[in-house]
């Protein structure tokens, strides 16, 4: 197995939503290490936050699985033209999709764009995720809570309403939950919040489209390095990040994407409304 960096890590923060390239140690995206065996073969992907962490990981196993892919992103175009580049070297096509997805008209666009380029979306993986710590319920603006739901949950609905119109059977949705979830940090409250809804979101939506062969799943990752964490975290914080869980570490972006294939492979048409929790041993129950 492989051995991954432990805290503590250099001090370190940017500016949101920040840029995997200024990560010190740089995260492990799978650029390296993952090798396909087609089991996402013809397939068609959406994948917001696919520029950087979970998302770029998520895309570039997806790819090399056998799927084109679209990915989304806000305004990290050098992340997002490197994620393509590993996905078009792996043989696959990707479709590059800036914008902002708090925006209900905008993801509405961005499903019509991958149906217009690849005729249909198979799998639509709703990972892009805002968050920002207070210490105090009165240090959180109204507008930092209601930008943190925009984008966490509400384009989630937007996202999953859109794609349902051409999702036929066998057509997947993954959403990113955390282990906040279950164990909501109090200097997250907006963040933890969206990601309980998450989560409900998913337990009904799964059963709502059941009938219509569509499975509804989510991931809940545990400490995870992405440029979230130095756009969000002080310095301090960002050095010691993941050393309180079991694995004394957190996890690189690469050790999520397995599970993000498991749920959208054929093989999984039994997988729905589950919670896969990718903790380094902390217990969710």
Not at 161 to 169: D, G, L, T, V
Not at 203 to 231: D, F, H, K, S, Y
Not at 234 to 243: D, I, L, M, Y
Request: aromatic share 8%; glycine share 8%; with cysteine.
């Amino acid at each position: 197995m492989k051995d991954y960096p432990k805290p503590p890590f250099p001090k370190q923060e940017q500016s949101l939503p920040g840029s995997f390239r200024e990560m010190d140690p740089a995260p492990d995206h799978g650029e390296d290490s993952w090798v396909g065996a087609g089991r996402l073969e013809g397939k068609v992907a959406l994948i917001t936050g696919g520029d950087s962490g979970i998302g770029r990981a998520v895309a570039i196993a997806y790819a090399r699985e056998g799927a084109d892919v679209a990915i989304s992103y806000l305004d990290e175009t050098e992340d997002a033209r490197s994620t393509a580049e590993l996905i078009e070297a792996a043989g696959r096509t990707c479709l590059m999709l800036p914008g902002d997805i708090s925006e209900p008209a905008h993801c509405r666009k961005m499903v019509d764009e991958v149906i217009g380029r690849f005729g249909k979306l198979d799998i639509l993986v709703n990972n892009a995720a805002h968050q920002m710590l207070f210490d105090q319920i009165e240090e959180i603006p109204d507008e930092e809570w209601q930008k943190t739901f925009a984008i966490n949950i509400h384009a989630m609905f937007y996202l999953s309403k859109a794609a349902m119109k051409h999702m036929e059977k066998g057509g997947s949705i993954i959403n990113t939950a955390s282990v906040n979830s279950d164990m909501p940090s109090p200097s997250l409250l907006a963040y933890a919040a969206t990601k309980g809804a998450i989560q409900n979101f998913t337990a009904g939506l799964a059963q709502m489209v059941a009938e219509r062969g569509i499975r509804v799943n989510c991931v809940a990752p545990g400490p995870v390095w992405t440029p979230l964490i130095p756009g969000s975290f002080a310095p301090e914080k960002v050095s010691e990040f993941g050393a309180n869980y079991p694995m004394q570490r957190p996890a690189q972006p690469v050790e999520l994407a397995s599970s993000y294939v498991m749920l959208a492979e054929d093989m999984s048409s039994y997988v729905s409304g589950a919670t896969i929790a990718v903790t380094g041993g902390k217990p969710i129950i």
